[in-house]
């Protein structure tokens, strides 16, 4: 079992950053990646981000990856989601969940644990 929540969404105005922060535990956390996932409204959920927990390694969705940093804190069990020069299209619910984290952006249904969401508002 995993458990995973994250923290650190709110209401931003265009252009501004966010720090997203998600703390994962339980016994199975060592075999596991973590990931980044968001839900906008009326589409579906999109991979954004993953840190490979084998070898450190990041992915990226092209579309975000000039603008999102994904990294792990001090405590490995820590994983931050760093967005700059924020945009109204990125309003969304966003998810961090344990999984597989190979040579591309994290795909949903390869993980297998989930939280429960922080939600982002991107507005003026």
């Known amino acids: 079992q995993v458990q995973l929540v994250e923290s650190g969404g709110g209401l931003v105005q265009p252009g501004g950053s966010l720090r997203l922060s998600c703390v994962a535990s339980?016994?199975?956390?060592?075999?596991?990646?973590l990931g980044w996932f968001r839900q906008a409204p009326g589409k579906e959920r999109e991979g954004l981000a993953c840190?490979?927990?084998?070898?450190?390694?990041?992915f990226y969705e092209d579309s975000v990856k000039d603008r999102f940093t994904i990294s792990r804190g001090a405590a490995r069990n820590t994983v931050y989601l760093q967005i700059d020069s924020l945009k109204p299209e990125d309003t969304a619910v966003y998810y961090c969940?344990?999984?597989?984290?190979?040579?591309?952006?994290?795909?949903?249904?390869?993980?297998?644990?989930w939280g429960q969401g922080t939600e982002v508002t991107v507005s003026a």
């Open positions: 969940a344990a999984g597989f984290c190979g040579s591309v952006a994290p795909r949903s249904y390869e993980y297998d644990y």
């Open positions: 339980g016994s199975d956390l060592p075999g596991y990646s």
């Open positions: 840190l490979s927990h084998t070898d450190g390694k990041r």
